[in-house]
Nanobody, 123 residues
């Protein structure tokens, strides 16, 4: 199984980025997917998640209304559209596939992880 993130980079506050995560080696459409992030000195946190069926998404309160998670099962890809970016969104962002079709808040419930992509928001 391989998860490969792309789309990170440097952006000014208020700007937008779209992260992509291409999956291979798993029955992608079945599994829930999550986007986590980890900032220096902080714990990894779940930012957004989407179930295998694509409905009932989850967003952390700090990104609600600004970030949108989506998936295209035909492309084995999950996306994270990030708008109105803030300085505090700076982190390494990871995509992960859950152990089942429902998402979880717990990182331990995600079996496979990408290598991460850096998002840096500048003032």
């Amino acid at each position: 199984v391989q998860l490969v993130e792309s789309g990170g980079g440097l952006v000014q506050a208020g700007g937008s980025l779209r992260l992509s995560c291409a999956a291979s080696g798993l029955f992608f459409s079945f599994y829930a997917m999550g986007w986590f992030r980890q900032a220096p000195g902080k714990e990894r946190e779940l930012v957004a998640a989407i179930p295998g069926g694509g409905s009932s998404t989850y967003y952390a309160d700090v990104v609600k209304g600004r970030f949108t998670i989506s998936r295209v099962n035909a492309k084995n890809t999950v996306y994270l559209q990030m708008n109105s970016l803030k300085l505090e969104d700076t982190a390494v962002y990871y995509c992960a596939s859950a152990r089942g079709s429902n998402w979880s808040l717990l990182a331990d419930e995600y079996r496979y992880w990408g290598q991460g992509t850096q998002v840096t928001v500048s003032s």
